[in-house]
């Protein structure tokens, strides 16, 4: 078995074109992104000894796969490596058969508990977990089990209460990042909203507007979570998040969370999964029956995952169309709460994101310097990614001052407060970018690359 391992993986990275240095660097970024910190000092000499056919230890299979997953453009799984990875209980939430309510109570329960939160701790995002249910899953689920009859009775006021907890959490998180508040707002999702769901209805229309509640509540734990870095517990809040919302029959909200997790596997260059994600989030009436502003979300996302494939003139067409939808949007017309943040700001900087990715660089820096020009101050979190975005596409077509100052935005930003991890990797990735300027002694790029250094050392 050993022997077969060995010859296995000793091909899969003849075929991705690396050396070990360079598998190593690529499973340490995983590692990495995942908060999996342990695994984040992998060296050469590992890769090495597992080709010679020691056996990864933990998490290290799976982070090993994935890296492979990545550079190769197809799921490698570490099965197929020849690791066997025991079941463990938190993979549960990430079974489409399992019922919402079970899901939502043993992963919240998981999540809050110092004790059991360990259980999630060698935990990385799943690839296999991106694949959607078939319709029947669909149909199956939108019909609700009967409640206990000693059931609490749940009416408009609670739903309203859920309503009003997200609004107040969705707006934290987008002022000071996914790392404040997320816990706070998981155990009010394992508790209190766990019970309304378990509860009696005075109407379908109220049980449906409950469970749409907590779906949001759920997709916004997960944002919050993939905001922060924590990849693999987002996702399982994501796919609880589809549940509760098919068994809402809510096909916007359905479309709404499924372009997220389209958005965290294009950042995890899982490009064809994420398009997956993102056309499933467009059929039907998941954008039919949404609204203008919902629509332009979907749609851009879409965009995106068009060019993170390399099919430039559809990502073409798709921002065309986002940029209608959002144009649509009026005073009179009710959004949902949830499409708050998307304007103007937000359309800039997906579509700088989809320019970058075709290759237009120069288009790319004026639509971010659109978003960074119109962003208001409750956006700061996704400010400072715009700017770390900004800073990185300015330094590849050789803007180096340019750089400079939109990186150094980006700090004074973040040292007034932003917990995010996605900003942090901002940063990084800012640091990866200078490194070859640094022996050049240029002022600007050793006093921002010192801010950058001060800075992860006091957050990590």
Known sequence: MARERNERLAALLQEAGWSRAQAASAFSRIAQENNLLEYAHIGRS??????????????????LSQALSRRLKRIITPEELGFTVPHAPEQEALDWHTDPTTTLTDLGRTDVDADRRSLLSGAVYSV????????????????????????????????????????????????????????????????DVAAFLQ?????????????????????LSGWMGFDNGEHALAQRYFVLAVKLAARAGNPPLTGHILRAMAHQAIDLGFFAQGLELATASMQGQRYASATPRERALLGVVHARALAANGD??????????????????????????????????SLAHETACTLRDC???QGAIRQFRRSVRTRGDAF??????????????????????????????????????I????????????????SPYRRRRIPAVTQLDARAAAYLARVH
Request: net charge negative; aromatic share 6%; charged share 25%.
């Open 199 to 219: 509860g009696t209805f005075p109407s379908e229309q109220v049980r449906r507007d409950m469970f749409s509640a907590a779906a949001e509540l759920a997709y």
């Open 380 to 417: 700061r979190r996704t400010h400072v990614v715009t700017l770390g975005y900004q800073g990185s596409t300015q330094i590849a077509s050789g803007g180096l001052e340019e750089a400079c100052a939109s990186w150094s935005t980006a700090l004074d930003v973040l040292e007034e407060g």
């Open 419 to 434: 917990s995010s991890g996605r900003a942090r990797q901002a940063v990084l990735d800012m640091r990866t970018r200078l």
């Open 128 to 191: 296999a977990a991106l694949t959607l249910p078939d319709q029947g899953w669909w149909e199956t689920m939108a019909r609700q089990p009967p409640a206990p009859a000693d059931s609490q009775r749940v009416g408009r006021g609670d739903v309203a209460a859920v309503q009003e907890l997200t609004a107040a959490f969705s707006r934290i998180d987008q002022r000071r990042g996914g790392g404040h508040g997320r816990k706070a707002l998981a155990r009010y999702l394992q508790s």
């Open 359 to 361: 290759g237009d660089h």
């Open 312 to 345: 430039k003139q559809a990502a073409a067409k798709a921002l065309l169309t986002a940029e209608d939808d959002l144009s649509s949007a009026g005073e009179g017309i009710e959004e949902p709460q949830r499409t708050f943040f998307f304007g103007e700001a």
């Open 46 to 63: 590992h890769v090495s000894m597992w080709v010679a056919g020691a056996k990864p230890s933990g998490a290290a299979p799976v982070i």
